[in-house]
Structures are given as structure tokens and as C-alpha cells.
């Protein structure tokens, strides 16, 4: 199997010059870690969980959401995003990017392209996919050796 065949193609995305305050909402409500950035549909960046976390020192100064999120507001996406993107191709087969998150120690890989975001795949996609396989290899052999 391919990325295409796991990756998911309805992706939140936001533009480089909207509010941190923006990401961290979308990323809070939606439970989400990762966000692409995008101009037009041409993927220019990347936001985690982590890079919020790094742009608001709340842990360490002990502050409370509202005041987290007056801090964001003051802050553009494109002045945190990562711009030198890790990514893959929908062509891609799943074990390349696994072994890619691991080496690289990343949560995830928007699928692209070109240059044009077309999905996303997640650790959490990976590992769905690898316990499916698993289970049915598993079922499989069962019926099989008796």
C-alpha cells in the first residue's frame, strides 16, 4: 500500500500571516498537533503543538489561557512556523514514511505534490494501518492453520 491509501486529504491548513492565537485555538478545539501552512494551496510551512509551546513561555511563567492567548495574538505564524518542511509523495509506500518519522523525530508528513499540499499522514495513521495489517495477517493465519 501507498500514502494515498491512508493519508487523509481533508487537512485544516493556515495562512503564514494569521495570529498564533488562531493556530493554538484550531489545534486545541479540533485536538490536532500539526498544522500546514499554506499560500494558496503551496505548502510553505509547518506549526506543531511543540512550536507553540516554544513560542509561549506560559509554562514557565505560570500564566492562564487567556493570558496564553493575548501573548499568541501579538505573534505572526510565519515568525514560529518551520519552513524547511519534511514531506512525502502520495506514491510513497507507508514503511518510507515510518522509518522517515522516526529518523527525523517528527509526528507527521504533509503529502505533497510538487509543491501542493495533498494530504497528511500521521504516526497515528501508521500505526492504525500496521495493526489492521497485523490483525488480518493474524485472522488470516488462524483460519488457515486451523
Do not use: W
Not at 13 to 31: F, G, K, N
Not at 63 to 91: E, Q, S
Request: hydrophobic share 40%; glycine share 8%; net charge positive.
Amino acid at each position: 500500500m501507498r500514502i494515498r491509501d491512508i493519508m487523509k486529504t481533508e487537512v485544516v491548513t493556515l495562512q503564514a500571516d494569521e495570529q498564533l492565537s488562531v493556530a493554538s485555538d484550531i489545534m486545541h478545539l479540533a485536538r490536532i498537533r500539526h498544522l500546514p501552512i499554506v499560500q494558496k494551496d503551496q505548502l510553505v510551512g509547518i506549526i506543531s503543538q511543540r512550536d507553540l509551546f516554544k513560542a509561549s513561555l506560559s509554562s514557565i511563567l505560570g500564566f492562564n489561557y487567556a493570558d496564553i492567548r493575548d501573548h499568541l495574538k501579538k505573534v505572526a505564524i510565519k515568525d514560529v512556523m518551520v519552513k524547511k518542511v519534511i514531506t512525502i509523495g502520495p506514491d510513497a509506500e507507508i514503511p518510507e514514511a515510518g522509518r522517515i518519522m522516526l529518523a527525523k523525530k517528527i509526528g507527521c508528513l504533509p503529502v505533497v505534490e510538487g509543491s501542493r499540499l495533498v494530504g497528511m499522514v500521521t504516526e497515528t495513521d501508521i500505526i492504525e494501518y500496521y495493526l489492521i495489517h497485523h490483525e488480518e495477517c493474524t485472522r488470516g493465519g488462524r483460519r488457515q492453520g486451523g
